[in-house]
């Protein structure tokens, strides 16, 4: 068996080596792979009797260790790799991965060190990528890596070919390409760069998603510097009513850090006031937890276990009254739904497993369909077929 595992948060870290270990006891024959990875050290003293371990995106080492212990017999009827490869995710949805590193050095992140700095994917193998998975009937595809918004900085936004076409390497032309092959694109993982601008009237025409996913993590000034992100709240707040105004349809999901070494309850209340001025579509929070390797472990004035869950809890409260009372606008409303499994369905504004979804009768996955909603809870949306 495979383990693909998470190295990030050490709650990640336990569920990866729970995982490794019942794996281990159900097969005996286990590779590990992903971020944790590159901790092999760590993982053979936890469970010396992995097969192997492999770092992160190394795909011919897991492959070679597969071959190592499970020889492949040759079959003619099902040694062909179909264009689109082999993913996990169900027919009608698959990620799209255009880079892999990050040139960041949040304080709180160890992506860096595990992945290295921003290498951006050429354009021509992005795209031949994503037109394969749609021919192959994927109705959605997720944008994704460590800095989305960042794509080509590496290669200094080199011209690439696309049908024939020079394109360069960057954001915009990329988002541009992608719409053309007229399926859903969501766009995760989005920093907040001026450029990104740039994307929001695709949304407003219709050919992308009006949906961003973009990694505030904060927004006092203070821990955002100790944390050494980019922003600031204030210029966030400009550029929300902006991206409304140009895309009124417009839905951003993001991810907020409580507890971070130093948050003072003015910090924590200046976040609050940010999550009541931007009325966000979709958040997720966590409570701050230490990562080997940080350069937050070293920050001083860390915030108490039970205060980190206090302030969890609160942050949650309130944002759970603002998505409430935006999705109890949309009772009344005709919305169009992609159909994850019969009964169940996303609309544009809800990414698969992170986000809400919309609760009908009947359906077929990877089928579109119109829901007339009848009632609104504060994360999911109720309804029948229009």
Not at 207 to 221: E, G, N, R, T, W
């Amino acid at each position: 068996m495979i383990v693909n595992t998470c190295g990030f948060i050490d709650a990640a870290v336990d569920e990866s080596l729970a995982a490794i270990g019942e794996a281990l006891a159900r097969n005996g024959k286990v590779v590990v792979t992903g971020c944790l990875g590159a901790k092999q050290g760590f993982i053979k003293k936890a469970h010396p009797s992995v097969l192997a371990v492999t770092g992160p995106h190394d795909t011919p080492a897991v492959m070679d260790a597969v071959h190592a212990y499970l020889p492949k017999p040759h079959d003619p009827y099902t040694d062909l790799i179909p264009p689109q490869g082999v993913k996990l995710t169900p027919r009608h949805y698959a990620y799209l991965k255009i880079s892999e590193g990050c040139n960041h050095r949040c304080s709180f992140c160890i992506i860096p060190s595990m992945r290295g700095d921003l290498v951006s994917r050429p354009i021509d193998e992005v795209m031949l990528e994503a037109e394969n998975l749609v021919r192959a009937g994927v109705k959605e595809l997720l944008v994704i890596s460590q800095d989305t918004s960042a794509y080509g900085v590496d290669v200094k936004y080199q011209t690439g070919f696309w049908h024939g076409r020079p394109t360069k390497t960057n954001f915009i032309n990329l988002c541009r390409s992608l719409s053309e092959l007229n399926v859903w694109i969501r766009l995760h993982y989005v920093y907040p760069y001026p450029h990104v601008d740039e994307v929001i009237p695709l949304m407003a025409e219709g050919k992308i998603l009006p949906y961003l996913d973009v990694p505030f993590q904060h927004a006092s000034p203070r821990i955002l510097r100790l944390m050494k992100r980019p922003a600031s709240a204030e210029k966030v707040l400009g550029r929300i009513a902006g991206w409304r105004e140009t895309c009124p349809d417009i839905a951003i999901r993001s991810t907020f850090i409580v507890g971070f070494p130093g948050e003072s309850e003015a910090d924590f209340s200046h976040l609050l006031s940010f999550l009541e001025q931007a009325q966000l579509d979709r958040v997720g929070c966590f409570a701050y937890s230490p990562v080997e390797g940080a350069a937050a472990n070293d920050l001083p004035e860390a915030v108490p276990e039970a205060v980190k869950q206090s302030r969890r809890e609160r942050f949650m409260k309130l944002q759970a009254k603002i998505s409430a009372e935006k999705l109890k606008a949309r009772v009344g409303k005709k919305l169009k739904v992609l159909i994850d499994a019969p009964g169940v369905g996303r609309t544009m504004a809800d990414a698969p497993e992170i986000d809400g979804v919309v609760r009908f009768k009947g359906g077929s996955a990877g089928e579109f369909a119109e829901v007339l909603i009848d009632r609104a809870s504060e994360h999911d949306l109720h309804g029948r077929r229009a």
